[in-house]
Structures are given as C-alpha cells and as structure tokens.
C-alpha cells in the first residue's frame, strides 16, 4: 500500500515553496491528466458496472465513509435515493454503525468509501459488516487497500494530487457513473423521480425559475 504522504508533508514539499501561478499552472495540469486517466479507465473496465448491479439487486443499501470520505459517502446516498428505496447514510446520527451490523439481513449491502489516509472505522465497521454474513461495495484508491480482499464488489480509482490533498475528480466521476448506471437499471426509478419532483413543487424546497 503506497503512501502518497500526509497533507502537511506534502504541503511542505509540494505546495509551500511554489508562486501562485507555478503551483496554479501545476495542478490544473495534473488535474487535465488525471481526468483524461480517469476518462480512460471508466470505459475499459466493468467495476462500476458490477457496483451497480450489485447495489441495484441489494434489499436494503447502506452507505459508510469516515472523514473525509463521509462526504463522498453522502454525495452517493444522495443521488441514489432519488431513484431507489432504501438508501441509509451511517452517520453516526440516525443511523449508527452499531444499528446495522446488529440487523444484518439476506440481500442487504454495504456501500464503503475508504480513501487514503484510510480511516480505522470505516475499515472496522465494514470488516465486521462481512463477517457478520453482509456483502461489501467497496470505492477505494488503491488496490491493496484495507478492505479490497474482502469485497463483494470494488471500484478503484487514482486520486493523485500536485495539492496537499488528495484530488476528488476522479471519485466523484466514479460515484456519478455508479449513481447514473445504477438509476438508469433501477425498476421504478422514473416513477420515483417524478413523484418526488412532485412533492419537491408542493414543498416548495426550491427557488422558482432554477
């Protein structure tokens, strides 16, 4: 498992020393080059294709990521509960880890986000997930990363960086081709969407003329 180096060392050796505009010109490069990779990858392999299948047969979906990845993990929850039914984010609010390990089902899936630096929960909670019987999604950067020899399923993406973090261009990429393909193979998922946009004008959640 390669360490590409903590945010305040790579922001001492990469980012600290450099001019705006050099570092600027820097990651915008990188960024063009990682999209183009990213680009490349998606449409050469299947791992999304096999997630969605995967998440689209599941009975119940539950989403997890720590730090960082939390967000990631919401984003996805987010656009898959627009056209599926039971989709969970574990929060650590509603929802606890401890709740859905202590009532795991037949059919039900963990979807996992664990990027670098790997955090210990998301690994443990997602370890104890499969030996309790649950099948694992897992969206990762590397692929000897905790949990790859454990799931079901995985999506592996690069996330390089000329920053002192980690690049998302890549990931979120990952999570709108899963979340496309996997809506787009959903039974019902039309009829949820226009019942919810429905719902959405009598709620009035949004400014008119968006």
Same mark, same amino acid.
Not at 55 to 60: D, Q
């Given at each position: ?78 656009? #898959?509960?627009?056209?599926?039914? /039971?989709?969970?984010?574990?929060? %650590?609010?509603? =929802? *606890?880890?401890? &709740?859905? !390990? ?75 081709? #899963?979340?496309?393909?996997?809506? /787009?193979?959903?039974?019902?998922? %039309?009829?949820? =969407? *226009?019942?919810? &946009?429905? !719902? ?11």
């Amino acid at each position: 498992m390669t360490s590409r180096g903590t945010p305040a060392e790579r922001f001492g050796s990469n980012v600290r020393r450099r001019s705006a505009q050099v570092l600027k010109q820097r990651v915008l490069e990188q960024q063009r080059a990682e999209f183009d990779q990213a680009l490349r990858w998606a449409a050469e392999h299947e791992s999304i294709e096999r997630a969605a299948a995967s998440i689209v047969s599941a009975r119940r979906r539950y989403l997890i990521g720590y730090g960082k990845s939390l967000s990631y993990a919401s984003l996805l929850a987010s656009d #898959l509960s627009a056209g599926l039914s /039971a989709v969970h984010l574990v929060d %650590g609010v509603p =929802l *606890r880890a401890l &709740d859905v !390990l202590s009532d795991i089902r037949r059919g039900d899936l963990l979807v996992a986000v664990s990027l670098e630096r790997y955090r210990r929960e998301t690994v443990e909670v997602a370890s104890a997930y499969v030996r309790h019987g649950g099948d694992l999604v897992l969206i990762t950067d590397a692929e000897d990363a905790p949990l790859a020899g454990i799931a079901t399923a995985r999506i592996v993406v690069g996330a390089g960086s000329a920053s002192y973090v980690n690049s998302p261009t890549a990931i979120v990429l990952a999570l709108h081709l #899963l979340a496309t393909l996997t809506i /787009a193979s959903a039974k019902g998922a %039309g009829r949820r =969407l *226009r019942e919810r &946009d429905a !719902l959405a004008a009598q709620l009035r959640l949004y400014v008119e003329g968006t």
